[in-house]
């Protein structure tokens, strides 16, 4: 008998979240992410945040089906996770160009996307048990660095509470990496 390496233990239900943040100049702008949530009433799941790596187009973001950036937050919700990832300024839905690897883009989007989640999820009257995780590679690396200290060094009413964090890879040849998209023909900026 074959046995699949990946344990799906919950159906997922996918939602595309838009929601308001600030711009590096401190404008409001809007955002874009993708929410996965274990489809089961029976338990009252954790919140995870996933931010994802580096993208060379503006759909190439976890909030737009077909694309792969979104397995890793269905797969963390499959496990019984709420997961939230969001796409940064300059992707998805947002205006404008991606100011990437920018801490504070990165920390607004994440925080203002885990407030627009959670009143969504209470108004949905959807539990979650308190407890929030943090992960990212590549970018993502840099963005759950720059989402977790902004949350621990800034608290709020908000009460987001960072139950723990993985900082994984950071972006590498970031210099190559910019060179060759802005260069790109036919990207998107």
Partial sequence: NLVSPIQVAYDVLNYKVVYTTTDAFGQ???ASGLLSIPDNNDFIFPLAVYNHGTVGERNAVPSMPGVNER?????????????LSPDY????ESDGIHPYVHA????????DMLLAVRTWLEEQEIPQNGQLFLTGYSQGGHAVQALHRDLELNPREDELTVTAATHLSGP???SEIMLSTLFAEGQAT
């Fill in 71 to 83: 397995f890793l937050p269905q797969g963390l919700a499959a496990s019984g996770f709420i997961t």
């Fill in 172 to 174: 590498y040849s970031i």
């Fill in 104 to 111: 504070a883009t990165e920390a607004s989007a994440g925080r």
């Fill in 28 to 30: 409001p702008d809007t």
């Fill in 89 to 92: 300024l300059g992707l998805g």
